[in-house]
């Protein structure tokens, strides 16, 4: 285990689970190190800080492992907490924060993933249910610039770095994100606006070229 003091950061490029980690280190402006893994061989550093699951993220502060994606983004906003507010102050709200981003982890990457590795009957099913997920979102973001109102939050946090998986998915499932969540498309554009997103999101081209080699690896043609 790392045990000098700062702050390093276990991940894999395209992962929307760890632009998350990195989105709200951005945000708080905190340095840290970075470490790409090879998912396919682990690191010794990784296996020994995430000896339970053995994934990315892994945000390492001061020589101790913070592990689960939502929960580094939680931990990074109550550590750094003098700049940029990621979760709500009140009780009711942090629990709603909490509730879309845990409908989040649930249920997008998960339908998402459906629609490159099915087809036939099985993708359109994939698809209803991604469309449905879609239309979820929108309705609870409404005409708000964000999640949680004015403010970029943890519920933009946890959702935006799908948003360079839409490519991918409108490409291989064949539907728009724009035609079917209009607000949830525009909603992308201005996340995108923000320093910390825009240099973090994977170019949704490159992504599909991933998805692509994901086909071939898993024999998806």
Request: glycine share 6%.
């Amino acid at each position: 285990m790392a045990s000098e003091k700062g702050v390093m950061l276990l991940d894999f490029w395209v992962s929307p689970f760890g632009q998350r980690a990195r989105i709200a280190l951005a945000e708080k402006g905190v340095q840290y190190e970075y470490k790409e893994e090879n998912l396919t061989e682990k690191s010794e550093l990784l296996l020994k800080a995430n000896p339970v699951h053995k994934k990315i993220p892994v945000l390492i502060h001061d020589g101790k492992p913070v592990c689960e994606s939502l929960i580094i983004v939680e931990y990074i906003d109550e550590v750094w907490s003098d700049k940029a507010t990621l979760m709500p102050s009140a009780p009711y709200q942090r629990a709603q924060a909490r509730f879309w981003a845990d409908f989040i982890d649930k249920k997008v990457y998960d339908c998402g993933s459906r629609l490159w590795k099915l087809k036939g009957e099985e993708q359109q099913a994939a698809k209803k249910e991604m469309i449905d997920i879609l239309q979820l979102l929108e309705a609870q973001l409404g005409d708000k610039k964000y999640f949680g109102g004015d403010s970029f939050g943890f519920v933009d946090v946890a959702f935006v770095p799908f948003t360079s998986w839409f490519y991918s998915y409108e490409t291989c499932a064949n539907f728009s994100v724009e035609g079917v969540a209009p607000k949830i498309a525009q909603w992308a554009k201005r996340c995108m606006e923000r320093e910390s997103v825009a240099k973090t999101l994977s170019d949704p081209k490159k992504v599909y070229e991933f998805v692509c080699f994901l086909k071939k690896k898993f024999g998806v043609e």
